[in-house]
């Protein structure tokens, strides 16, 4: 099964049930602000889908907010959520593994889409089109299960990181901001543990 499949189907069952689901996106909102962004900067939420941070950030007066997700499920379930406002967001169904962006992009915001790459060369393919979506200055915020998160998640095995990690499959071209621990409460009831880290692109 392809990664669009696999998750149209998680999507189609209803976003509200999946394990991700978080009414208010408080965990992104936190590191938006440790990383010092404002409603001026270009956001690109990889991985979006039907995550509520697009309506957080309209209401908080961002106007350059583009959602990228493979499920075209999940994103036309956020546009139905939103409404008349969804015509204020910029909407890419691609799979970010081989999507290459024609713009780049001031914050690059991943809650829970790292993780699901556990092979090598699907994690170069990301780091890849991180560098081709941002420029000098450009801050990355990462959510990613943490060392003593789960091992698995939508049936799909996952890789836990910690902030040091993190940092070092970014690798030199991005500083370490700072970072913070979630302890997610899903759906069911379930915690998950997730590292928050946040880092500054310097070339």
Known sequence: MDAAHHWDLAYSEGERTR?????????????????????????????????????????????????????????????????????????IVADLRDWRPSRTYQVWHDRAVLHFLTADADRQSY??????????????????FAPDGPRQCSGLPVARYSAHDLAALLGDGWAPVGDDREEHVTPAGAVQPFVWAVFRRTA
């Open 127 to 144: 780091l890849d089109t991180l560098t081709a979506s941002t420029a000098a200055g450009a801050a990355a915020i990462l959510a990613t």
């Open 19 to 91: 394990s991700w689901f978080e009414s208010e996106p408080v965990g992104s909102l936190r590191t938006f602000q440790l990383a010092g962004v404002s409603p001026a900067d270009s956001v690109i939420d990889a991985g979006g889908g039907a995550s509520t941070l697009v309506d957080a950030l309209l209401e908080r007066g961002f106007d350059d907010v583009t959602v990228l997700d493979v499920s075209a499920t999940g994103i036309q379930a956020a546009q139905r959520r939103l409404g008349p406002s969804a015509g204020r967001v910029q909407w």
